[in-house]
């Protein structure tokens, strides 16, 4: 198992900036699929951005050109880089890790981090 930790998520005006963190308990190696997800005021969780080794990128139609994921292994550490922010961002934000093949329900939370983009 692996215990994932976000911070970096605070109230901002739009057209700000934020950067989330996530870090590992543990050795991110195996996880080779990780990415965050956000869930709005009554909205249902959604998937914003995922990385998989090697490099692979994937990103919500919403944050496409805003918000950028990336990954240290070495740091145990994945980031969310999210400029232009708007009033629609605003949710907590959840960091996931998976196996290879496991869905994002498979694999681990962590606890999430608050985000409010004010209009």
């Known amino acids: 198992q692996v215990q994932l930790v976000e911070s970096g998520g605070g109230l901002v005006q739009a057209g700000g900036s934020l950067r989330l963190s996530c870090v590992a308990s543990r050795n991110i190696f195996p996880y080779t699929t990780m990415g965050w997800y956000r869930q709005g005021p009554g909205k249902q969780r959604e998937m914003v951005a995922v990385?998989?080794?090697?490099?692979?990128?994937r990103y919500a139609e919403a944050v496409k050109g805003r918000f950028t994921i990336s990954r240290n292994n070495a740091e145990k550490t994945m980031y969310l880089q999210m400029n232009s922010l708007k009033a629609e961002d605003t949710g907590v934000y959840y960091c996931?890790?998976?196996?290879?093949?496991?869905?994002?329900?498979?694999?681990?939370w962590g606890q999430g981090t608050q985000v409010t983009v004010s209009s």
């Open positions: 990385t998989t080794d090697p490099g692979i990128t």
């Open positions: 996931n890790a998976r196996l290879r093949g496991a869905s994002a329900d498979e694999g681990f």
